[in-house]
């Protein structure tokens, strides 16, 4: 079992920063895939970013590209999702996941992961 706890977020004005930022319960990021994704009100969930176990690999909605960069630090058993030049449409319920071990495909679903927090809530004003 791996129990996850997000914290972080908050509201800020366009152009804003945050840093998102996912405890794990247990040493995780060596066999687990791990990200993030995003739940709006009246939108379809999104996979916003993740990591391959090990690291190898990672994934970015086109929607953050270039904005967000996703990290970890195995030390703390934490995640992060920097997040940089915020929009409104970046507004959203964010939730840290985790997955043992994940396909190509699964990668950028986060939203399937089997573990997942409670979620922190981003909030963007124009």
């Known amino acids: 079992q791996v129990q996850l706890v997000e914290s972080g977020g908050g509201s800020v004005q366009t152009g804003g920063s945050l840093r998102l930022s996912c405890a794990a319960s247990r040493y995780t990021f060596n066999n687990y895939c791990v990200g993030w994704f995003r739940q709006a009100p009246g939108k379809e969930r999104e996979g916003v970013a993740s990591i391959s176990e090990g690291g190898g690999r990672t994934y970015y909605a086109d929607s953050v590209q270039g904005r967000f960069t996703i990290s970890q630090d195995n030390a703390k058993n934490t995640l992060y999702l920097h997040m940089n030049t915020l929009k409104p449409e970046d507004t959203a319920l964010y939730y840290c996941?985790?997955?043992?071990?994940?396909?190509?495909?699964?990668?950028?679903?986060?939203?399937?992961?089997?573990?997942r927090g409670q979620g922190t809530q981003v909030t963007v004003s124009s």
């Open positions: 996941a985790a997955e043992y071990y994940c396909s190509a495909y699964l990668l950028p679903r986060t939203y399937e992961y089997k573990y």
